[in-house]
């Protein structure tokens, strides 16, 4: 009875030995062929944009360079649900980051390609009511990615790769935390 639960012992300790070197080959494979596939796996990097807002004020990629940058656009319908949400971010990290507000970019933009008279007269008469600065994405640099009824939030960091990107429905106080925590690290 020993020998014969011996032999399953060994039977059964071979078979687990040739699965392991099984799956060992499987992963090496693998990392052969990411490292030599040429796929890029580095953060992604701050889209290019070039794009004024509504008071004239003109804004680009490279204008924001060397600092960390929030950016966080919505679609033209959903203007007030990303007005809400970037007010409170922003007004929100002035409080947290204090002295250091000014080390970062809040960029809050809108897909603007599809607007119309109304929209552009609403636009035209909000210049003398004091709004934050909202981007106007006419040429749509910015607008992939963006989901109706969200707003799409990114943070990249002072070299321009993103660290952070989310969907909200909502600004809660512990995304705001962690916008805050991350804003934080690289300032």
């Avoid at 090496?28 to 509504?54: C, R, T, Y």
């Avoid at 409170?88 to 970019?105: A, E, G, T």
């Amino acid at each position: 009875m020993r020998i014969r639960t011996k032999e399953y012992f060994e039977l059964a300790v071979n078979e687990f030995m040739n699965m392991l070197k099984t799956v060992c080959r499987l992963v090496f494979v693998l990392l052969v062929f990411v490292l030599f596939s040429g796929e890029k796996w580095n953060a992604q990097s701050i889209p290019q944009f070039h794009m004024k807002d509504q008071y004239g004020q003109s804004y680009s990629d490279s204008s924001v360079k060397g600092k960390p940058v929030v950016l966080m656009g919505c679609f033209l319908r959903d203007l007030e649900l990303c007005r809400k949400q970037g007010r409170k971010l922003y007004w929100k990290m002035q409080n947290l980051l204090w002295k250091d507000s000014s080390k970062v970019h809040f960029l809050l933009y809108l897909d603007f390609q599809e607007t119309n008279k109304l929209v552009e007269d609403y636009v035209e008469e909000s210049k003398t009511k004091q709004f934050e600065s909202i981007l106007l994405d006419r040429k749509g640099h910015l607008s992939t990615g963006l989901t109706k009824g969200e707003s799409y939030l990114r943070i990249f960091n002072k070299s321009g790769k993103m660290i952070s990107s989310s969907y909200q429905e909502e600004m809660e106080e512990a995304l705001i935390q962690e916008v805050y925590g991350i804003l934080k690290k690289e300032i």
